[in-house]
């Protein structure tokens, strides 16, 4: 009875993004840059050292006009689960300062600003380029730190940073459950920045072990794929397309090999 | 022992040497970075109490109702508002910068008066008193020579009190020359008084439409309400409501179409009129709505089926007749089938042929006044005004032909040309001698940049009212700072594409950070500065006053609730001489309607054609793209400083382009070094440029980067219209 008590309480958050509405409009990038207070500088075109937690690829299929076809993947930090969900992420294996860590009770993969040191380890354990180093300090035009949000703090130069789920939104609603006195919160009180700009509804966030939440089944769609599953990392960001050229482009797959 | 030159100079080069052996050095370096990163330049936000305002956004004319998230008096991030009738919670990433926009270093902090050149930058600060009656001083001079219509306004829009406050003014004075930016609302809007009858805003059912043609439109990336469409496209998706995308280029739209045809660029009218054609052949058209609603029905279907059948089609399109005449299967036999034009954002007027080519779809499967199909709303009348009062000068002031020829002459029906304005003043036609800007950027967003720059110097008085320092801002006399959305009181009235009109309130979300007014107040003040007659018809103490007023009952509810809808919808009448739908507009020459438009340039030495296309991520209106927005642009799109061109990877090997190589990039209106990003999504022949870059104002996070089009592009002059239907213009690719 205990046991199963406290297995109710583990959640697992995770996304489900539906690449078939994904119209790469980028208000996901933009939604979670205002949110997390990330900072940007003159020239973003170079893409290595430009921070976007959130990222939006464009895949193409490769194919002559007219059959050419493109789609948008957004990338979030995928939250790696590991080889049957201990934790063991690619990120938190490396980390030698204990600055990202796993958490067992949400599933989501910190980053504790004050703990790293800038070692980049993570950076080149991440298969996703999900990382994101501080080359330099960040700087706003006179005024315009007005906008920044105490809910997240703004990172130095010298450490890594990544997509958190907008963990701060969790820490919030739980705070205003339990001063409600409740022990549990809705699915629609903890949302990310991301999924609540989408204006095509294209991203859905909640806990994928809750069958009461949409992604829950959403995730178990025929047209449901991972980034890199092969590798095992275990990802708890799941995306849906109905086409097979962009389920394929999931992964590294040889010429003649079947999926 | 003695200290000699040699032993002091191995003392001290072996001291180095054994100190940059040592650890000490890196230590030092390595304890410095750490320090360092704890100085106080990181900001540390400050924490307090957190609130949300209803507002609505203004940046683009799409009218979403917006949530202000505050921490005691600071605005730290804008969502969407949840239950808006038109974004339902969702929010484009223009919306989602506005603060970027109300707190960044592009504000005009007070009113302004030029010191220097025109467009040196040179400024002198003056008093809102100064400003006031230095702009009521000239107008009072040249009413009393007898020039009141050298006045002249350009508005971005001219919904809402605050354009119709300027118009009202205009009147009041005596000047006809009231502009509104243009874009194919005004094809719309002319379609519309032509076939329907009356003075009206085109709505869209496309959320219960369940087949949707779109000959060009940014369904996704734009067109319309953008939210809004964004919203639409995904329900079809639930609903299995289909689209087909039909345009020269795969964009974004395009790619989540569940059909893309890609067409010969600017032959779209001819697509829709052997469409028009197939469905007519085959009877697939609704008899009932045909002969019972529409009128010149007969001679539309005598031109269509002589000069369009689908051979014609193909010829002219390239695209196989069994793709046309499927395409007009599907169409027709649909339930509820839409078809929309405007390319990409309808930044362009675009031909009134092609218009009412595609119109005249509508009209053949009958889906017009209901439910799933294309609506006319008349004009916004939420706003009940005072009548003005027009004294002699006034009253033969607005008699006068406008500076851009608007209706007169060949341009009867036209309400705005705005691109013809640039035109008739740079080679005297017009004499303007006072121009006010509002809420719009023409020096960078209209057609043949080049043409608007001399016309511009040719005006003694420019005023900008603009927020921020944009190209006309920097290029004006006086500079009369408005407060932005998120500082103000303002109407939002949109109907563009919408199922029903939909008005929300802008509100003041913080106080204003400068010393800025609201472009309302100072009309009023202006007109009170001038004195009887014209400050009679302006009797409010202030805009917000004027506001209250002319909203009436409705002004409860939108600052409770944000917003008001209409719920009366437009009741299925024809207002035409035949009482009925007019197809083609009643025009009587119809090959002079749907004549084609071609793209200006001698193909010989122009081999290439070049398209403008519209993002979601490059802001291309009034608003320069804020540093969140030109982040997320691609490195396929701007690189550094150079702005990418799409070219397909068969022309671009025929003149020795590889990705990433320089090019010379030349039109008639002008040329650019640019780089060429090879795309298999575009038709071969095209090249592809992004409206939006190219700006030479605002800040470094925008400014320098790219090319502005619109240089590149010039007008094409529609001969039914007047509108401007350039599409593209000829161009080559030249090694750099």
């Known amino acids: ?259 | 022992m003695k200290i000699d030159r040699r032993c002091f100079l191995s003392l001290g080069i072996g001291g180095a040497a054994g100190l940059a052996l040592s650890p000490i050095p890196w230590k030092l370096a390595d304890d410095s970075a750490i320090w360092t990163q704890m100085w106080p330049w990181t900001p540390v936000p400050a924490d307090g109490e957190t609130t949300y305002v209803k507002s609505a956004c203004t940046l683009c004319p799409g009218g979403c109702g917006i949530s202000v998230r505050k921490v005691d008096n600071r605005a730290v991030k804008i969502e969407g508002m949840e239950g808006h009738p038109v974004n339902d919670g969702g929010i484009c990433l223009l919306g989602l910068s506005g603060l970027q926009l109300l707190y960044g270093p592009t504000r005009v902090k007070t009113p302004l008066k030029r010191a220097g050149e025109r467009g040196e930058g040179k400024w002198v600060k003056i008093t809102w008193e100064e400003a006031i009656s230095e702009v009521a001083k000239k107008l009072g001079d040249l009413r009393e020579n007898g020039e009141s219509s050298s006045v002249a306004c350009i508005s971005g829009t001219d919904k809402g009190s605050v354009p119709t406050l300027f118009k009202r003014f205009l009147s009041v004075y005596g000047s006809p020359n009231f502009m509104r930016m243009p874009s194919v609302l005004d094809s719309y809007e002319l379609a519309l008084s032509l076939s329907f009858g009356f003075a009206a805003q085109q709505g869209f059912d496309l959320e219960k439409a369940d087949f949707i043609l779109s000959f060009g439109s940014g369904i996704i990336e734009g067109w319309g309400s953008p939210v809004r469409m964004i919203r639409a496209k995904s329900s079809w998706r639930e609903s299995g409501g289909k689209t087909v995308q039909v345009e020269p280029r795969l964009s974004n739209t395009a790619a989540k179409s569940d059909k893309w045809i890609p067409i010969n660029p600017g032959t779209e009218y001819a697509l829709a009129l052997g469409l028009a054609g197939v469905i007519i052949t085959k009877s697939l058209y609704r008899n009932d709505f045909v002969k019972g609603s529409t009128s010149g029905f007969d001679k539309f279907a005598g031109l269509v089926l002589s000069a369009y059948t689908p051979d014609a089609a193909e010829k002219i399109t390239g695209i196989k007749k069994e793709t046309i005449e499927a395409l007009a299967v599907d169409f027709a036999r649909a339930a509820k089938p839409v078809a929309i034009c405007g390319r990409g954002q309808g930044r362009a007027q675009g031909s009134l042929g092609e218009l009412m080519a595609v119109q005249a779809l509508n009209a053949l499967v009958g889906n017009i006044n209901k439910e799933g199909g294309i609506f006319a709303f008349p004009n916004p009348g939420y706003m009940a005004w005072p009548d003005y009062i027009a004294d002699d000068i006034a009253a033969e002031g607005i008699k006068k032909e406008r500076a851009d020829g608007a209706g007169s002459g060949n341009f009867g029906y036209a309400k705005n040309l705005t691109n013809r304005f640039a035109e008739t003043v740079k080679s005297g036609k017009a004499a303007v001698n006072v121009l006010f800007v509002l809420e719009s950027n023409p020096l960078y967003s209209l057609s043949d940049t080049n043409t608007v720059k001399e016309a511009f110097k040719k005006i003694p008085f420019i005023v900008s009212f603009s927020s921020f320092m944009d190209e006309t801002a920097i290029n004006s006399d006086l500079i009369l700072p408005n407060h932005v959305y998120l500082e103000r009181y303002e109407d939002v009235y949109v109907a563009t594409g919408l199922s029903k009109p939909v008005v929300s309130l802008s509100k003041p979300v913080v106080s204003p950070q400068f010393n800025t007014k609201h472009a309302g107040d100072v009309v009023l003040l202006i007109a009170k500065e001038m004195g009887s007659p014209v400050a009679d018809s302006f009797p409010w103490k202030s805009y917000s006053a004027c506001l209250e007023e002319i909203l009436g009952g409705k002004w409860d509810k939108l600052v409770r609730e944000g917003f008001w809808t209409d719920g009366a919808s437009s009741t299925p009448v024809f207002k035409t001489s035949s009482g009925k739908f007019e197809f083609a507009g009643g025009f009587i020459d119809l090959a002079a309607l749907f004549a084609p438009v071609n793209a200006e340039g001698d193909p010989k030495a122009y081999p290439l054609l070049l398209i403008p296309y519209d993002s979601m991520r490059i802001a291309s209106g009034y608003i320069g793209d804020p540093p969140f927005a030109v982040k997320t642009v691609e490195d396929t799109v701007l690189k550094g400083k150079d702005a990418l061109v799409e070219v397909n990877p068969a022309t671009a090997r025929a003149g020795g382009f590889s990705e990433g190589s320089y090019a010379i990039l030349k039109t008639p209106k002008g040329s650019a070094k640019v780089k060429v990003h090879l795309f298999d999504g575009i038709m071969p022949g095209l090249v592809a440029m992004p409206r939006g870059l190219g700006h030479t104002a605002y800040d470094n996070y925008l400014a320098g980067k790219g090319i502005n089009v619109n240089e590149l592009i010039g007008t094409v002059e529609d001969p039914a219209s007047g509108l401007d239907a350039a599409w593209g213009i000829r161009a080559n690719l030249i090694k750099a």
């Not at chain 1, 995928?78 to 990202?100: D, F, I, L, M, R």
């Not at chain 1, 509804?201 to 009461?212: E, Q, T, V, W, Y």
Request: hydrophobic residues 30%.
């Open chain 1, 1 to 259: 009875m205990k046991e199963e008590q406290s297995k109710e309480k583990v959640k697992k958050f995770g996304m489900v993004i539906d690449l078939d509405k994904c119209t790469g409009c980028g208000a996901c990038m933009v939604a979670c840059m205002a949110e997390n207070n990330v900072p940007f500088k003159e020239d973003e075109s170079k893409k290595l050292d430009s921070i976007t937690w959130l990222r939006i690829y464009k895949l193409t299929n490769g194919k002559p006009f007219p059959d050419a076809d493109i789609c948008y993947l957004p990338r979030p930090c995928q939250h790696c689960g590991g080889k049957g969900e201990h934790g063991h992420s690619p990120c938190v294996s490396v980390c030698p300062a204990t600055a990202t860590d796993y958490s067992k009770e949400t599933g989501i993969v910190s980053q504790i600003y004050t703990r790293c040191f800038g070692c980049r380890y993570c950076m080149a354990a991440c298969p996703y380029h999900a990382r994101y180093f501080n080359w330099w300090d960040p700087v706003w035009p006179d005024g315009m730190e007005k906008y920044l949000s105490p809910n997240v703090s703004v990172r130095m130069r010298g450490i890594v940073e990544k997509c958190s789920f907008c963990f701060h939104r969790y820490q919030l609603a739980k705070d205003k459950a339990y001063f409600e006195g409740r022990r549990e919160i809705e699915e629609n009180e903890y949302q990310t920045a991301c999924t609540q700009a989408c204006p095509a509804g294209a991203i859905a966030f909640g806990d994928l072990n809750n069958p009461k939440h949409a992604v829950y089944e959403l995730k178990k769609s025929s047209n449901a794929f991972r980034l890199l599953e092969r590798l095992q990392t275990n990802p708890k960001v799941y995306y849906i397309s109905g086409r097979e050229w962009v389920r394929r482009a999931g992964d590294n797959y040889l010429k003649d090999e079947k999926k």
